[in-house]
């Protein structure tokens, strides 16, 4: 078969990314990037899907020397987006405020920079300053869809909400439907739209937005792939696979692992943003590298579930435990550190491997009305690994899939060969009663307990997940029972979920 042109390459390449393949997307975009360093767009996917893998450093250091020969507008927009992107994801946002504003200074009319840096505003909590930089603009008459939605992401919990839908509800009404570049903004705006018609209690009109937002969106359909990993994990990942493994010791000079699992939107954020107020607790993120250990310990890369750690090559699973030990003792760069969370919630697949991996590991299982789970990951837009979260029945399927896989590792971790403890962390629960579960999960991590955790909203943190809002604010409990709401619009998805309710 001859080899692809270098445009096709690009085209497979960019698939992968936005399909949220992006192990795959690596792969062509790197071959790319070594023949042609210096061609914007692929500089931009390439760096994408570095940050998108967490190894922001890299695409730093990368988007930043290739800015410097950007003159054109577009590929220059481009490069900076994923440049302050990167920048934000390693906890250098005053970086990224002080690159963007250099830009805007050079280029003070430019929409696309004005978007950029309020948007970094906005994801540093001053949402103040973002909403006085797009006013500015406003005044000047520089107005667009992209600047509307950044505005209503601001306003939402302000008193300018009206005034946002109606800006909002103009720049949707003269954009070209018919054109294709348009779709990610048209996706922001509509998203902002279904917010803010959300909080306003307009139910039904925010329904609206969040289905015409969705159905912007061209996402696979795993659900058979996904039900047969199901099937894999819990016919393969049995206790007689652990009978007689040797598991790697546990670290005596480095931090311990917690992992925090569950569906998106469950409370993952939040539960990971009260262990890192604790001063002996760091909170790592969504590091991605259990995923990549994972796929590397597998025999065959088409169904990594089939390979059980009785198969993994001799001391493969003591590397494999030792890189990421290492991984997390440079993240957390202080002795004093005695917990280093991992908030990835669909870790919740590789649990076997982990609890193979690290005998000393604890891990969080966060819960929610599964109903107010998938509305909520319906209402966000997650990246296109979350590909079940376009559509409500999808949502519910995999939910239903998801529990089957937790339950039978919640068995499989409680049997005799691994005797491994994990905490069941219910969203509900932690409103009702903050400090004392707060105090159950400082417990269950092996640390005393500190009243800066009951304050986690004052913690100054940027979290880089969509709940940065939210860990802004103390505990609230408007979004429980958010179902009700829309139970005139979610019949696709109580009958998805059928007996789980």
Request: proline residues 5%; contains cysteine; charged residues 25%.
């Amino acid at each position: 078969m001859p080899p692809m042109s270098p445009e096709d390459a690009y085209k497979s390449a960019r698939g992968f990314y936005e399909r949220g393949a992006y192990r795959a997307a690596l792969l062509g975009a790197e071959k790319l990037f070594k023949r042609f360093p210096h061609h914007p767009p692929i500089v931009g996917l390439y760096v994408a899907v570095l940050i998108r893998l967490q190894r922001n450093e890299e695409g730093v250091r990368i988007a930043t020397r290739a800015l410097r020969h950007i003159t054109n507008r577009d590929h220059r927009d481009l490069i900076l987006t994923q440049l302050s992107d990167g920048l934000v994801r390693s906890g250098r946002v005053g970086g990224a405020l002080e690159l963007l504003k250099k830009e805007l200074d050079a280029r003070p009319e430019h929409p696309g920079t004005i978007r950029a840096y309020a948007g970094v505003l906005l994801t540093n909590g001053q949402r103040d300053e973002a909403i006085a930089c797009i006013d500015a603009a406003r005044t000047n008459g520089i107005s667009t869809l992209g600047l509307a939605a950044v505005f209503g992401q601001a306003a939402l919990r302000t008193d300018r909400k009206e005034e946002a839908i109606e800006w909002l509800n103009a720049e949707l009404g003269e954009v070209d439907s018919n054109d294709q570049s348009t779709i990610e903004t048209r996706c922001s705006g509509q998203s902002a739209m279904g917010h803010l018609l959300d909080a306003c209690g307009r139910y039904d009109e925010a329904m609206a937005a969040f289905d015409a937002c969705n159905a912007l969106l061209d996402a696979p359909d795993h659900g058979a792939r996904h039900a047969e990993q199901t099937k894999t994990i819990v016919e393969r990942w049995t206790a007689d696979r652990f009978v007689g493994l040797e598991r790697p010791e546990p670290s005596s000079d480095g931090p311990r692992p917690v992992f925090i699992v569950g569906m998106p939107r469950s409370g993952t954020t939040l539960t990971e943003q009260i262990l890192d107020c604790h001063p002996k607790a760091y909170g790592a993120g969504e590091l991605g590298l259990i995923n990549e250990l994972f796929t590397e310990l597998a025999q065959d890369s088409e169904n990594r579930y089939a390979t059980t750690p009785d198969q993994y090559a001799p001391g493969a699973l003591a590397k494999a435990a030792k890189r990421y030990r290492d991984e997390i003792k440079s993240l957390a760069n202080d002795d004093s550190i005695e917990v280093v969370v991992d908030k990835a919630p669909l870790n919740f697949h590789f649990l076997g491997m982990i609890a193979a991996a690290f005998p000393d590991a604890r891990i969080i299982h966060c819960t929610r009305d599964p109903r107010d789970t998938c509305l909520s990951c319906y209402f966000q837009r997650l990246s296109p690994a979350h590909w079940y979260s376009f559509d409500l029945a999808s949502c519910g399927h995999y939910y239903r899939r998801y529990r089957t896989i937790v339950g039978h590792y919640r068995d499989l971790l409680a049997s005799d060969p691994i005797q491994m403890a994990m905490m069941e962390n219910n969203y509900e629960q932690m409103v009702l009663d903050q400090e004392q579960r707060t105090r159950d999960l400082l417990d269950f991590v092996g640390l005393e307990f500190d009243p800066a955790c009951l304050r986690f909203q004052d913690s100054g943190r940027v979290a880089t997940t969509l709940s940065n809002d939210q860990v802004r604010q103390p505990m609230y409990s408007c979004s429980t029972k958010r179902h009700e709401r829309y139970k005139e619009h979610i019949e696709p998805l109580i009958e998805a979920l059928g007996d789980l309710l």
